[in-house]
């Protein structure tokens, strides 16, 4: 989703490729998604028509609620980042899942594949191919549970069966193959609007960026 320059006035598509115009910038306070190419342009909804447009301040058809289902996530206290939040790279067509790019809630690069080891995982990322990952569902009885399965290799962001003897937390890595290693519970933090992944086999144990 982006705001461009249209005729004879600024437009919203969805065409972008994640570059700068599919940037905006959240203001809890506001409610506001202002873009960060034209400040002062945000996005918004009209109401006769239910159609996503592009108005200016003085509109009344700014502010944005995001509707959060999910239980608040407890977590303790970690000299990691640990929420994440999630940027929609292509929605749901057809049969196909979700495709996403996770981005830190701190520092706001991506979790990736490494462009030179597709097994090995970081948190460089942007919003190009190697950040982009399949968000799929695998819980069942209304538990929030997926797995992402990177876009490039097709292979699954895991915790390494190893952890199970590594009390400060394992090597994360994309070698899954979508097993229970893969699998993780998906909490809302809805102070910051941001998720957590614990993992399901290592329970208490988040992915994070350092």
């Known amino acids: 989703l982006r705001i461009i320059d249209g005729t004879p006035q600024r437009v919203v598509d969805v065409g972008g490729g994640g570059g700068r115009y599919t940037l905006f910038r959240w203001n809890a306070t506001q409610r506001t998604l202002e873009s960060t190419v034209f400040p002062g342009h945000y996005l918004a909804v009209h109401r006769e028509q239910n159609t996503v447009m592009c108005a200016q301040r003085e509109s009344e058809l700014v502010s944005i609620r995001f509707e959060l289902k999910t239980k608040l996530a407890k977590l303790a206290k970690s000299k990691f980042d640990v929420p994440f939040n999630f940027h929609m790279h292509r929605g749901r067509q057809g049969g196909n899942p979700v495709v996403v790019v996770v981005k830190s809630n701190v520092h706001a690069l991506s979790v990736r594949v490494n462009p030179k080891n597709l097994q090995k995982s970081n948190a460089l990322g942007g919003c190009g191919q190697f950040a982009r990952w ?21 292979r699954y962001l895991r915790i390494a069966p190893s952890a199970a003897q590594n009390q400060a937390g394992g090597e994360i ?4 193959s979508g097993g229970k290693f893969t699998q993780f519970r998906v909490h809302v933090v809805s102070d910051c609007n941001a998720v ?6 290592f329970s208490g ?6």
């Open 134 to 154: 399949q968000l799929i569902e695998c819980g069942t009885g209304g538990d929030k549970v997926y797995k992402l399965q990177s876009c490039k290799s097709n």
């Open 173 to 176: 890595d994309v070698c899954g």
């Open 196 to 201: 957590v992944f614990e993992s399901v086999v």
């Open 205 to 210: 144990k988040y992915l994070a960026a350092n």
